[in-house]
């Protein structure tokens, strides 16, 4: 009785397989070489129908919104776009899935910059993340064993304030918002705050979809994050969930690893691990709008290295419209003024 039950169940899943291998093939094309497609420019979409069945609707949506055959990017997010076809074909629907890539439709424009004047730093200092709040400068430091929040006197190098992390935390960017510290930390899964007067520990919070803290700064109202991937993640200070995200990407291509994050005149200034520029971000988009080299300034460092003790660290001070730049173990602070080329 028993052999005979298992042969029953084998020949339902074989008749659910077979059955649910009946559904029709379907794929969604679209005019775009390769799927690639720049901002602002129109794709057509289409249904490749191999099999040539009988459809009685599609509707298509590009993530998870509906969009029309003829569909126009003036206003959407750079990269990887999520683009189905819902399709209904006698009493079966099936979903095709497929990905579109938005590109910028336009060059990074290029700045420079002007040292207006060089003070010191801890050249222990492994730097992760730099901001001012109110005219202070806090900084973050990173490395197993050394990592570190701390209140700078910028002018001087002076250490104000200072937290040691626990050995088993790598401190990564930081920013202030509302009287309150956030610092990342790497790999550990976790985000420290605190009262940004005191420095007393007010709790911690989780990552959610990004998997490793790398640079943090904030637009007055909610945190951005950045993973060490082409993504920027929009937090929510009350729950901390990652809402939404950018991809940051040229007319080229996107933009990984990037790092240290500062916000700046409705821009986000991102710093890129082990490279000398600076892209500056649409935060709605994720388009980079413009680039810093500031390889020259390295040239002042006496300990610089391209692989270890790279340019970390951007602060931007609104009273004196400048900003702040150094690195990990750097021995020098730069205010510097940015201008477009």
């Known amino acids: 009785m028993y052999k005979f039950k298992y042969f029953i169940v084998i020949l339902l899943n074989l008749f659910l397989v077979n059955c649910a291998s009946e559904k029709p093939f379907f794929s969604v094309k679209t005019s775009a070489k390769n799927n690639t497609i720049k901002l602002g420019s129109t794709v057509k979409l289409s249904l490749n129908n191999p099999e040539g069945v009988n459809i009685n609707s599609v509707v298509y949506k590009l993530n998870g919104e509906i969009v029309s055959e003829t569909l126009s990017l003036k206003n959407v997010k750079l990269g990887k776009q999520d683009l189905i076809a819902e399709v209904i074909s ?11 890539i938005v590109l910028n439709n336009k060059r990074p424009d290029l700045y420079t910059y002007e040292i207006v004047n060089t003070y010191p730093h801890d050249p222990t200092s492994y730097t992760q993340g730099l901001e001012f709040y109110k005219g202070e400068l806090y900084e973050s430091t990173g490395q197993y064993g050394q ?11 002076e250490i104000l304030k200072n937290v040691d992390l626990k050995s088993g935390y790598f401190a990564e960017g930081l920013t202030v918002l509302n009287d309150k510290i956030y610092q990342l930390t790497w790999q550990a899964d976790t985000g420290i705050i605190y009262d940004v007067n005191t420095f007393e520990k007010l709790g911690i919070f989780r990552y959610d979809l990004s998997k490793e803290g790398w640079g943090l700064c904030n637009d007055g109202k909610d945190l951005y994050k950045s993973d060490g991937t082409a993504k920027i993640w929009k937090l929510n200070t009350t729950t901390f969930t990652e809402d939404d995200k950018i991809e940051i990407y040229t007319e080229k291509g996107k933009i990984g690893r990037l790092n240290e994050l500062e916000w700046a005149n409705g821009k986000i200034y991102a710093n890129i691990y082990e490279n000398t520029g600076v892209a500056i971000i649409n935060p709605e988009n994720g388009a980079v709008e413009g680039v810093i080299d500031f390889t020259p300034i390295t040239t002042q460092i006496s300990n610089y290295s391209s692989n270890d003790n790279v340019l970390n660290g951007i602060a931007y001070n609104s009273e004196t419209d400048t900003f702040f730049i150094t690195g990990k173990r750097w021995d020098k602070l730069f205010e510097v003024r940015i201008t477009k080329k």
């Open 90 to 100: 006698g009493n079966d629907t099936v979903i095709a899935k497929s990905n579109l």
């Open 147 to 157: 990592s570190k929040l701390r209140k700078v006197n910028y002018e001087t190098g």
